[in-house]
């Protein structure tokens, strides 16, 4: 069974800093853009960031540039999203996903393939 996997999200102060891990299983990330969303509850999901695989082009919505990294390890087959400067707007429940080589920063269950479970970040003092 192919999966995505989330973790590493949980409650920090402003300013602090996580970094989120998206791991797959049944397959490796090699050959796809993998591409992290947010959702707050009733919203719509947003794109925050993405990596592509055929020249690890990465991707950043404007409000998080500067303060967020995405990088990829193939080999551990996981993705990470360093997110530093963290406030109180960046809360939300956050997703993976894995579609094809090139990134889209929408929420397009029609080119992303696979998604994972959502991991919480909470930002509050």
């Known amino acids: 069974q192919l999966q995505l996997v989330e973790s590493g999200g949980g409650l920090v102060q402003p300013g602090g800093s996580l970094r989120l891990s998206c791991a797959a299983s049944?397959?490796?990330?090699?050959?796809?853009?993998i591409g992290w969303f947010r959702q707050a509850p009733g919203k719509e999901r947003e794109g925050v960031s993405c990596?592509?695989?055929?020249?690890?082009?990465?991707y950043y919505a404007d409000s998080v540039k500067g303060r967020f990294t995405i990088s990829r390890d193939n080999a551990k087959s996981t993705v990470y999203l360093q997110m530093n400067s963290l406030k109180p707007e960046n809360t939300d429940v956050y997703y993976c996903a894995a579609g094809p080589a090139s990134c889209r920063l929408v929420a397009d269950t029609d080119w992303y393939d696979y998604w994972g479970q959502g991991t919480q970040v909470t930002v509050s003092s």
């Open positions: 990596i592509s695989s055929s020249d690890d082009s990465t």
């Open positions: 049944g397959f490796t990330l090699d050959y796809y853009a």
